[in-house]
């Protein structure tokens, strides 16, 4: 009873500082929107193009590698659909990365019998992504010139993702799932209650991962996901190109890991106010109006979350088994 009460309350204060946030960037945009001003258009075609065919390309390409390690067999059209759905739905979920839960409910309910080892491709997704942004952080923090950024902003980026490197390195590692394992997932096993039930699943999605990772699957997932991260901070670049801002990209790649991760933190919904927040501070230390950083923010969600949502959108409207449900299905044993 007092958990449910304490998450029922959780969510009223998500969507009172979802409000908040929304009512204080709408102010903030108006009341600076004389420095704010689209100088180059031309920019904004290559933003449209990426999150419309590159990354959906890339995205459901990766994801159909990993789904592949673990016996199933998708259609690449199929989990593109998957994806814009769950950003559609996302849009209300805490954090900028809510629509991941959506896409494990997807995909578990259409192979029930793969349940964990099909959402442990998701969570493998984020994990190689997070690791892959926490990488480019600080290689691109080591490159960029002194005078391009300042010390503590640089030692706080490479302090945050090194970190960030180490924990997802080592819980990918069979050591850790070993421990864990001897620690949690065996002495619970078994019971019945909602929380040891979650530990199970976890144990299922952990135990697929330690068995697809390995040095062979890195290697060739790691360029994929690279790239796929590679796209995004370049679409972020691109943006601040049509404002008027002519940044180095590697001042974009030591800045943009550091607020994708920030940005996960389940705060508001869809991290709105949190990720702005984070623009306006990490770009104004490199020089960049708060104001004209706050619309780079903005601008970047449209075309990276809006527009696909729009997309989820016309696919839910087309789709008779759109909505994300867990399943009913009675998983077979493997």
Same mark, same amino acid.
């Given at each position: 009873?007092?958990?449910?009460?304490?998450?029922?309350?959780?969510?009223?204060l998500r969507i009172i500082l979802t409000i908040l946030s929304i009512g204080f960037i709408t102010y903030y945009v108006?009341?600076?929107f004389h420095v704010i001003q689209i100088n180059d258009p031309k920019w904004l075609v290559f933003c449209l193009a990426i999150p419309m065919l590159v990354i959906?390309?890339?995205?459901?390409?990766?994801?159909?590698?990993?789904?592949?390690l673990n016996g199933i067999k998708e259609s690449i059209f199929h989990l593109a659909k998957i994806n814009f759905i769950s950003i559609f739905y996302g849009l209300i979920l805490p954090s900028s990365s809510g629509f991941d839960a959506i896409r494990i409910l997807m995909i578990e309910n259409k192979h029930p019998e793969k349940r964990g080892q099909a959402g442990s491709t998701v969570i493998l997704e984020r994990l190689m992504g997070l690791l892959s942004l926490s990488l480019i952080g600080i290689v691109a923090a080591l490159l960029l010139p002194e005078h391009m950024a300042g010390a503590n902003i640089r030692k706080t980026i490479l302090i945050v993702s090194f970190i960030i490197f180490l924990c997802i390195a080592s819980f990918l590692t069979p050591t850790f799932y070993k421990i864990m394992n001897k620690l949690l997932y065996s002495r619970l096993s078994g019971r019945k209650n909602f929380f040891q039930?979650?530990?199970?699943?976890?144990?299922?999605?952990?135990?697929a991962l330690y068995r697809v990772v390995g040095p062979s699957m890195l290697i060739k997932s790691f360029l994929l996901i690279l790239l796929f991260q590679l796209t995004t901070i370049l679409n972020v670049? &691109? +943006?601040?190109?049509?404002?008027?801002?002519?940044?180095? *990209?590697?001042?974009?790649?030591?800045?943009?890991?550091i607020i994708y991760i920030l940005s996960i933190v389940p705060i508001t919904?869809?991290?709105?106010?949190?990720?702005?927040g984070l623009f306006a501070y990490f770009y104004n230390s490199v020089g960049v109006d708060s104001a004209v950083a706050v619309m780079a923010s903005l601008i970047n969600y449209v075309l990276l979350s809006l527009l696909p949502?729009?997309?989820?959108?016309? &696919? +839910?409207?087309?789709?008779?088994d759109s909505q994300p449900? *867990?399943?009913?299905?009675?998983?077979?044993?493997?």
């Open positions: 009873m007092i958990l449910h009460l304490r998450q029922h309350w959780f969510k009223v108006w009341k600076n959906p390309l890339i995205g459901t390409n990766r994801w159909r590698f990993f789904l592949a039930k979650l530990i199970d699943y976890v144990e299922k999605a952990h135990n670049a &691109f +943006v601040y190109k049509a404002l008027g801002v002519h940044l180095s *990209l590697t001042v974009h790649m030591m800045i943009m890991p919904m869809s991290g709105f106010g949190v990720r702005e949502a729009i997309i989820g959108f016309i &696919f +839910v409207l087309l789709s008779s449900k *867990l399943s009913t299905n009675k998983p077979q044993s493997y």
